[in-house]
Structures are given as structure tokens and as C-alpha cells.
């Protein structure tokens, strides 16, 4: 069965520096992966998709970033923290861009 | 462009009873997918359920029940006999099926408390 893992849990950064998300997926090959993002009390907004390794598209413009090294790995970054980057961060998979999206345990981010 | 409306914020119900949750949802596209998601406070989304536009079967599932009615637009989801285990933020989402526009929209979510 396919599973799909979230690191860090939570994190807590200083504003100005940089930040890493990792996601990896088990279980499935080649899945389209996404990258999303909760304000508190709020929906889920989409940050980015891939739907293969190096290919990422970038659904809202702002100062985070996300590649692809592997098939199964999803890496968000960003070199400079804001304030407002603080979220729960979702990964998900699914095996193609209309088909049901699972979703990894989040990683809490907050920015101080 | 595709849009999900969930109006209900929150919504509280003693255990027991009988809740609807309401999604409405708005695209110009005639292949369509909807789902619906279940966020614990644990914060991982659990999927629940998805139906594709050419299926109106309303569907059950244990104490889960889906009614999805396309002249109103509407995917709703209804527990039954609702336990404290089913509080929880719920999500509708929809995708369509046109190249380009497949990502999955959201509702804003209904927050879900079972009073015991």
C-alpha cells in the first residue's frame, strides 16, 4: 500500500531564515505531487504540483520554492522566512491530476 | 473559473443526531470530479469520498451518506446518528477535467462539533 511521510512534524524559525520540507512517497511510482498550504482557521491553498521529476509548476507567486530531485520526493524550500510563510504545510499524491488526492501528516511551520 | 462554497462555518449538534453538511459548487466544464475530505485535529486530511459528474447515485457509506444533485450544483454529505469521533473540519473540493485546469479547488471547510 502506498504511504506518504512529512518531515519535520513541526518547525519553529526566525524570520529571515531559510526553510526545507521534505515529503517522500512509498508504495507508487511516478505520482503527481503537491505541495499545500493552511493559514490558521483558513482553507487549503495549492503551492505548487509536479507531475515528474524536475518538472514543478508554481500555482501563486511568492518568495517559497519546491523541486523534484527523485520520483517519490517533494522538497519545499525558501532562503528568507517571512512572517506570513507561517502554516500547516500539506504534501499530497495522487496518480494522476484528477484522480483523489492523499495526503501526508502536515508540518506546522511557525515563524517567529 | 471553477468555485466551491461551503456557507456553513460551524457547526455544532449533540451526539446522536442527525448533521448535513452543504457544498455548492460552481463550473463550466461538464467532466467534473468532487470529493469530499475529513480533517481530524490531528490536521492530517482524510479522504472520504469522490464522484465524478456523470454519476448521481447518491451514495452510503456506514453512517456516511452523499447526496450529489446536479440542477443545484450540490455535492452534500450527511452523518447519521453523528458520534464525537466526527468532529472534525470537513472540506469539499472539486477539479475539472479540461487540460490545465485539473487542480483541485477547495471549499473553505465547515468545522464539525458533535456535543457528547
Known amino acids: 500500500s502506498q504511504t506518504i511521510h512529512q518531515w519535520p512534524a513541526t518547525l519553529v524559525q526566525p524570520v529571515g531564515s531559510p526553510l526545507s520540507l521534505e515529503c517522500t512517497v512509498e508504495?507508487?511510482?511516478?505520482?503527481?505531487l503537491y505541495w499545500y498550504r493552511q493559514a490558521a482557521g483558513r482553507g487549503l491553498q495549492l503551492l505548487f504540483y509536479?507531475?515528474?521529476?524536475?518538472?514543478i509548476s508554481s500555482e501563486v507567486p511568492q518568495n517559497l520554492s519546491a523541486s523534484r530531485p527523485q520520483d517519490r520526493q517533494f522538497i519545499l524550500s525558501s532562503k528568507k522566512l517571512l512572517l506570513s510563510d507561517s502554516g500547516f504545510y500539506l504534501c499530497?499524491?495522487?496518480?494522476?491530476?484528477?484522480?483523489?488526492?492523499?495526503f501526508g501528516p502536515g508540518t506546522r511551520l511557525t515563524v517567529l | 473559473a471553477q468555485k466551491v462554497t461551503q456557507a456553513q462555518t460551524e457547526i455544532s449538534v449533540v451526539e446522536k443526531e442527525d448533521v448535513t453538511l452543504d457544498c455548492v459548487y460552481e463550473?463550466?466544464?461538464?467532466?467534473?470530479?468532487l470529493f469530499w475530505y475529513k480533517q481530524p485535529p490531528s490536521g492530517e486530511l482524510v479522504f472520504l469520498i469522490r464522484?465524478?459528474?456523470?454519476?448521481?447515485q447518491n451514495e452510503i457509506s456506514g453512517r456516511y451518506s452523499w447526496n450529489f444533485q446536479k440542477s443545484t450544483s450540490s455535492f452534500n454529505f450527511t452523518i447519521t446518528a453523528s458520534q464525537v469521533v466526527d468532529s472534525a473540519v470537513y472540506f469539499c473540493?472539486?477539479?475539472?477535467?479540461?487540460?490545465?485546469?485539473?487542480?483541485?479547488?477547495f471549499g473553505t471547510g465547515t468545522r464539525l462539533t458533535i456535543i457528547p
Open positions: 508504495g507508487t511510482s511516478n505520482p503527481n
Open positions: 473540493a472539486l477539479s475539472e477535467a479540461n487540460f490545465g485546469n485539473e487542480k483541485l479547488t
Open positions: 463550473t463550466r466544464d461538464t467532466t467534473y470530479y
Open positions: 499530497a499524491w495522487s496518480t494522476g491530476l484528477t484522480d483523489t488526492q492523499y
Open positions: 464522484r465524478n459528474s456523470f454519476d448521481e
Open positions: 509536479s507531475v515528474g521529476i524536475g518538472q
